[in-house]
């Protein structure tokens, strides 16, 4: 264990968090996400649901300010328009953690599968909830 | 890069600081430090000094408190007693940074090299001060 740091960021995670450069995207899967057909780096959180992932990976990881949608989501399929509860709470998350202000962009699944394969990796998680899946765009760490 | 930690922190460091264990060590070396006979991981860090180094690692790694010297450093060749600039200024990153309180012990040189063989992971910084080196033992963090 580390001083002040979320025990969720695994020794592997972090390698990953602290490697990955300016506009390098990490997903957050849930559980029945095709993690291993990604082809990326993937990290496996046993026992630790997508939002306190989330939670824990934005207590280190800028957003992206040079993107309009650093966080995207999974539409639901069918129902574009429709945000599912876990999505909302990764907004609040978001809205109270992110070192800048971020609304999500739902993308349709298989674009959003797209996306997933291009990541530096994947963090797959415990999560049951459906759609508990999001993409996060690292931004810049500015000097002091 | 990550918010709030140090860059000296590379992606393998904050790996092998979140790998070990309690009562694992590391060894933060100098520049004429004979890291690779040491066996164990390396990680060098190319233009930090191990003063530097030291407060980095500091901020993550909280020290051993069921030793009675987390922290030791290499004793002079033939003056052992002798206190070289570059340990007292060790001794003030820990009061300054450390979890807790702890003195520096002085460990005969070769006896530091076969401590150094047995720790976690050797990070070789670019220090060039002679006796640069210091073994720390990881201690625990407690639940909330």
């Given at each position: ?5 979320p025990n969720a960021l695994t020794p ?7 490697a990955m450069g300016h506009g390098d ?116 760490v500015a000097p002091d």
């Amino acid at each position: 264990m580390l001083i002040g740091l979320p025990n969720a960021l695994t020794p592997d995670l972090l390698r990953h968090l602290r490697a990955m450069g300016h506009g390098d995207e990490i997903v957050i899967a849930d559980a029945n996400f095709p993690a291993e057909s990604c082809g990326a780096r993937i990290e496996r959180l046993a026992g630790i649901d997508a939002t306190a992932a989330l939670k824990a990976i934005l207590t280190l990881m800028p957003l992206d300010s040079y993107v309009d949608a650093p966080a995207r989501t999974m539409q639901v399929v069918g129902e574009p328009d429709s945000v599912p509860e876990i999505v909302a709470e990764f907004q609040k998350i978001i809205d109270e953690t992110a070192d800048k202000p971020a609304r999500i962009r739902g993308v349709e699944r298989h674009a959003f599968y797209k996306e997933a394969q291009q990541a530096y990796c994947v963090v797959q998680t415990a999560e049951t909830r459906l759609y508990g899946n999001i993409i996060l765009s690292k931004g810049v760490v500015a000097p002091d």
